[in-house]
C-alpha cells in the first residue's frame, strides 16, 4: 500500500521534469534553417544531377560518347551521341541529354566513365512546372558554363 | 491505483459498425487501410488492407542486370536504406564469392548502425505523434539531422543512400568523418538521458504503454515477427548475433531484451539499441582498419545457378534477400523478405479486444513503414 | 460620461468589450501557442506574414472565411449550423461577471462563481451537437468521450471550489477579491491556515480546467492521430474556426477564474494601492490582472507541448480514482481547520 501512496506524488513528479525539459529548450537558440533567406551549402560530394565536367586544358568535353553511361544507366535516363570530327583520333560529344524526371542520383553512370568526363552537380534547387523542365541538354549546359568562365 | 489496469476485451453486443483506418490517416503513416470491425470503442477485427504503395520490386529486380537493381533496394525501407543496401549486396557477395576489403565490411557497420540509429529517432518521434505528444518529434529530427549531415557527406545523399557496392563501398570515408562521428556520439549520450526525462520517465507515456499490446513470444514465432518485436517479447533473437555477418562477430554490443511484451517493452528495446548503437559505431571507429575499400569485380557479374540467401538485421527486424540464379545477368528469381510485413501479419490477432487508442499505439509500437509493407 | 453610467448602454458596451477581448483573444493566442510552440521546439515559430509573424492571426482569419462551409449531405442540417453558435456563447456569458479589474466587470451578480460553472457546463452541449450532427463515425466518438470526461471533471472542479466557498462565504467573485487584498500571502493559493493544501487544490482546479477545456494532454475531443479532427472532422471554414475561437475562448475563462480564486484576481499582492489614483488604480489592477492570467495561459501552452495524450479511461481513473479522493480529503481538512480555528 505505501508504494501506492507515493506512486501518485512520483507520477506528478514526473511531469514535472517533462516541464523542466520543454522549459530549458525554451531558451535556447533556435535550430531550424530559415530557408529561402538562408541556405545550406551542400558538401563536395553532394549528388545532384550529373553535369559534363570542362576540362581546364582543352576547354571541351572529355566524353567520347563511348555509351558506358548509357548502358549502366538503371532507369534509362542518358541520352549520348557523338561524332568524330576530322583530324582526330576519338569521337566526341554531340548530345547529351539527361532525363531528371526517371535518375534516381545512383551514380552508377559516373562510375562506369572510363574517361571520367561527368560528375555529380551541386545544384538542389530545381523546379519546374513542366516535364521539359527536367530535359536538361548537358551539352549546352557546359558551353554555358565556358561562356561564363571565360567572362 | 494497485493492481495494472485491465482491460477485458470486449464479448461483443452484436452491434458494430466498420470503420475504415486509411489510407488516409493521420494514425497510419503512409497508405496503410486497416479495415476495422468496432464494438463501440472496442476493435473487434482489424484486417489491414495492403498493396496501395505497391512498386514491384522484386519483379523489377528480375528483369535487369544486379547492379542495376542496387539503387531500388534503399527504396523498399527508405527509413534504413543501408540496410537494405547491405542485405543485396551481401546476397551477391555470397553468390559470386567476392572478396570484401575489411575496411569496406567496418565501413559497412558504421555506416549502417548510423542508419539505425535515425531510423529509430524516426519511430520515436512518429510514435510519439501517435501518441499526441508533439515536441519530441521535433528534438528527435534534430538528432537525426546531423546523423544525416554525417552520412551526406560521407555519401552525398541523405536518405537513399545506395553507398554499398558489390564487394565495398563507392568511396572510402571522407576527411574529418571520424571526429565528427565521435563528437555526434559524445552529443547523443546527453540528449538521449534528456529523451527519458521527458518521454520515458512520464507517468502519461507509462499508463499508455505499460501493459498495453502484450505480444506472446508464441504469436512473434506464429507470424515470423523479427527485430525489437520479438525482442519485447524476451526472445533474444538478433540476425547480427544469430548469423553474424560483416564483422559483427568481432564487436561487442548486448541484445537487448524485455520480457514484459508490452508496448512499453518495444519502447525500451529501441531505445536501449541506440545506446548499443552508439558503442557498435565507436569500437568499429577504433577497430577500422587501413586498405582499400572495394574489392575486385567482374565487369560482367554473372551469378553460378544456384540459391543464395543473405540475412541482415534491419531497424526493424530480420531482412533477408534471396537470389535464385540461373546463370543469366538477371536474377531468376528475387525475393525480399521484409520484417514489417511480418510485423503487421501479427496486428489482426493481438489487436482484438483493444480499445482503439490502445490498438494505434500497439500498430505504432510495431514500426511500420508501409513501402516496406508492399514492396 | 453620463449617458455611458446608464444601464442598458453599460451593458452593451460591456459586451460588445467582451466580443472584441475574446475574439482579439482567440486570434492571438492562437498565434502566441504557435509561437510558443516553435520556441519549444527550437523553432521560430510562423514568422512570415508581417514583422515576425504579427499578421498571421489576419491570414488564418481570411483564409478561413474565404473558405466555403461545407455541410454533409446525410447531416442534421440545423444541430450542424446550430453546434457553432451554441458553443462560442457560454464563454462569453461567463466572462461578463468575471471582473477584470476594480470596477471593471461588466455585470456583477453576486451569484457569480454559480453562473459560471452552470453556463461552463453548457459547453459541452455544443461538442455533442457537432459530433451527433455530423454523421461520422470519428465525430460521434469523439462526442461521447467528451461528455463523459466533462461530466467526470465537473465533479472535483465543484468540490475544489466548494472547498474555497467555505473560507470565502460568498459566490461574488469581486467580493472574493476583495477577501484577497494586502500582500501576496493573503491570496488563496497562500491560505495555508485555511487550507493546508491549498496549492494542492489548485493543481486539481488547473487539471480539470484543462480537461473542461478539452486541452493536452486531455484533448480528447480532436485526437487527431486517433479520430482525425474528432467531433470538428466535418466542419470547414470558420465554422472549424469558431470551435478554435471557442477552445481558446474557454482557456482565458479558465485561466481568469483561476486568477480570481487564486491568485488574487486584480489585487497586486503588494498591499493596497494609495487611493489618490484614482482611475489609474483600475487599470494598474487590470495590468495585474492579465499579467496573472496570460502567466497561466503560458502553463497551459507549456503543459501541451510537453506531454502526450492520455489514455481514454486514463483520464476517467485520473477523475474518479486520485482527483476526487483528494479533493474530497481537502474540502474535509479545510472545514475542520475553519471550525477549529476561525
Known amino acids: 500500500m505505501k508504494t501506492d501512496i507515493l506512486a501518485v506524488p512520483r507520477g506528478f513528479w514526473s511531469l514535472l521534469t517533462g516541464m523542466r525539459v520543454t522549459l530549458s529548450q525554451f531558451f535556447k537558440p533556435i535550430v531550424t534553417v530559415q530557408y529561402p533567406r538562408q541556405t545550406l551549402k551542400m558538401p563536395p560530394r553532394y549528388r545532384g544531377h550529373i553535369e559534363l565536367i570542362l576540362d581546364p586544358e582543352t576547354q571541351r568535353s572529355r566524353c567520347t560518347a563511348c555509351k558506358l553511361c548509357e548502358r549502366a544507366c538503371p532507369s534509362d535516363c542518358i541520352l549520348v551521341e557523338g561524332a568524330k570530327f576530322e583530324g582526330e583520333k576519338k569521337k566526341s560529344v554531340t548530345q547529351y541529354e539527361l532525363d531528371f524526371t526517371k535518375c534516381s542520383l545512383c551514380g552508377a553512370c559516373i562510375e562506369a566513365c572510363p574517361s571520367d568526363a561527368i560528375k555529380f552537380s551541386r545544384e538542389y534547387n530545381l523546379a519546374s512546372t513542366s516535364k521539359e523542365g527536367y530535359h536538361y541538354d548537358l551539352v549546352k549546359r557546359l558551353a554555358e558554363e565556358k561562356e561564363r568562365k571565360s567572362l | 491505483m494497485s493492481a495494472p489496469l485491465k482491460i477485458e476485451p470486449a464479448t461483443g453486443s452484436g452491434e458494430t459498425f466498420v470503420l475504415n483506418l486509411g489510407p488516409q490517416h493521420p494514425a497510419a503513416h503512409g497508405v496503410l487501410r486497416v479495415k476495422m470491425t468496432m464494438d463501440g470503442e472496442y476493435v473487434m477485427r482489424a484486417e489491414p488492407v495492403i498493396g496501395y504503395i505497391h512498386r ?208 512499453m517493452a518495444r519502447y525500451l528495446v529501441r531505445m536501449e539499441e541506440i545506446v548499443q548503437s552508439l558503442r557498435i559505431v565507436e569500437q568499429a571507429l577504433d577497430k577500422l582498419p587501413d586498405g582499400p575499400v572495394l574489392g575486385k569485380v567482374p565487369r560482367v557479374l554473372k551469378l553460378p545457378p544456384g540459391d543464395y540467401c543473405y540475412a541482415v538485421e534491419a531497424a526493424r527486424g530480420r531482412h533477408m534477400v534471396r537470389i535464385v540464379s540461373d546463370g543469366k545477368e538477371a536474377a531468376y528469381r528475387l525475393k525480399l523478405r521484409t520484417p514489417s510485413f511480418s510485423n503487421l501479419s501479427l496486428f489482426e490477432e493481438a489487436s482484438k479486444g483493444m480499445l482503439l487508442a490502445d490498438a494505434l499505439a500497439l500498430m505504432g509500437s510495431l514500426d511500420l513503414v508501409i513501402p516496406d509493407i508492399d514492396r | ?187 488563496n493559493f497562500f491560505r495555508l491556515d485555511v487550507n493546508p493544501l491549498a496549492p494542492v487544490t489548485f493543481v486539481i482546479f488547473f487539471i480539470c480546467m484543462l480537461a ?56 497586486t499582492g503588494l498591499g493596497a494601492l494609495p487611493a489618490s489614483w484614482g482611475a489609474w488604480k483600475v487599470l494598474i489592477g487590470l495590468g495585474f490582472f492579465l499579467a496573472k492570467m496570460y502567466a497561466l495561459v503560458f502553463t497551459v501552452i507549456w503543459v501541451r507541448w510537453t506531454f502526450p495524450r492520455t489514455q481514454f479511461y486514463g483520464l476517467l481513473n485520473l477523475s474518479w480514482k486520485i482527483l476526487i479522493p483528494i479533493s474530497l480529503f481537502t474540502l474535509l481538512l479545510s472545514s475542520v481547520m475553519i471550525k477549529l480555528f476561525a
Open chain 2, 56 to 263: 514491384m520490386h522484386e519483379k523489377m529486380g528480375e528483369n535487369r542486370p544486379l547492379a542495376h537493381f542496387l539503387p531500388n533496394t534503399g527504396r523498399v525501407d527508405y527509413l534504413s536504406a543501408l540496410h537494405y543496401n547491405h542485405a543485396f549486396v551481401g546476397a551477391v557477395e555470397r553468390a559470386a564469392k567476392l572478396e570484401v576489403p575489411p575496411r569496406a565490411e567496418f565501413i559497412r557497420v558504421i555506416t549502417s548502425e548510423l542508419n539505425r540509429i535515425s531510423s529509430h529517432l524516426v519511430w520515436w518521434s512518429a510514435f510519439l505523434l501517435d501518441l499526441g505528444g508533439f515536441t519530441p518529434l521535433l528534438y528527435a529530427f534534430d538528432d537525426r539531422e546531423k546523423i544525416l549531415d554525417l552520412l551526406e557527406g560521407l555519401t552525398g545523399s541523405r536518405l537513399t543512400y545506395c553507398y554499398f557496392r558489390f564487394g565495398g563501398v563507392v568511396e572510402d570515408l571522407d576527411p574529418g568523418f571520424a571526429e565528427r562521428t565521435r563528437k555526434f556520439i559524445a552529443e547523443m549520450r546527453p540528449r538521449l538521458k534528456m529523451y527519458r526525462q521527458l518521454v520515458t520517465d512520464n507517468i502519461i507515456l507509462r499508463k499508455r504503454l505499460e501493459h498495453i499490446g502484450p505480444i506472446s513470444p508464441d504469436l512473434c514465432l506464429k507470424y515470423g515477427a523479427t527485430g525489437p518485436v520479438i525482442r519485447g517479447s524476451g526472445v533474444s533473437y538478433d540476425v547480427r548475433r544469430a548469423e553474424p555477418y560483416s564483422v559483427y562477430s568481432q564487436l561487442d554490443f548486448d541484445v537487448p531484451t524485455f520480457p514484459e511484451s508490452d508496448s
Open chain 3, 1 to 187: 460620461m453620463s449617458l455611458l453610467s446608464t444601464e442598458p448602454l453599460r451593458l452593451l458596451a460591456s459586451l460588445l468589450l467582451i466580443i472584441a477581448f475574446v475574439g482579439l483573444n482567440a486570434a492571438y493566442l492562437v498565434l502566441a501557442e504557435r509561437k510558443g510552440a516553435g520556441r519549444f521546439q527550437n523553432r521560430p515559430g510562423p514568422n512570415e506574414a508581417g514583422y515576425g509573424g504579427w499578421l498571421q492571426p489576419v491570414a488564418d482569419v481570411l483564409k478561413l472565411i474565404s473558405k466555403q462551409i461545407m455541410v454533409p449531405p446525410e447531416s442534421d442540417r440545423l444541430l450542424f449550423r446550430m453546434a457553432p453558435l451554441v458553443v462560442l456563447t457560454p464563454a462569453m456569458m461567463c466572462l461578463a461577471v468575471v471582473p477584470f479589474s476594480d470596477t471593471l466587470v461588466a455585470r456583477n451578480v453576486n451569484v457569480g462563481l454559480l453562473m459560471v460553472f452552470s453556463f461552463g457546463s453548457i459547453n459541452v452541449m455544443a461538442i455533442l451537437l457537432s459530433g451527433w450532427a455530423s454523421r461520422n463515425k470519428y465525430a460521434i466518438m469523439s462526442a461521447a468521450r467528451v461528455v463523459s470526461q466533462n461530466v467526470a471533471y465537473e465533479i472535483p472542479m465543484l468540490l475544489v471550489v466548494i472547498t474555497l466557498l467555505m473560507s470565502t462565504g460568498t459566490l461574488d467573485l469581486s467580493e472574493i477579491i476583495k477577501q484577497q487584498a494586502g500582500g501576496f500571502w493573503h491570496w
Open chain 3, 212 to 267: 473542461e477545456a478539452n486541452r493536452a494532454p486531455f484533448d480528447m475531443a480532436e485526437a487527431e492521430s486517433e479520430l482525425v479532427a474528432g467531433a470538428f472532422t466535418e466542419y470547414a471554414g470558420m465554422g472549424f474556426g469558431v470551435f478554435f475561437m471557442a477552445e481558446y475562448a474557454n482557456i482565458v475563462l479558465g485561466c481568469s477564474l483561476a486568477t480570481v480564486l487564486f491568485f488574487g484576481g486584480w489585487q
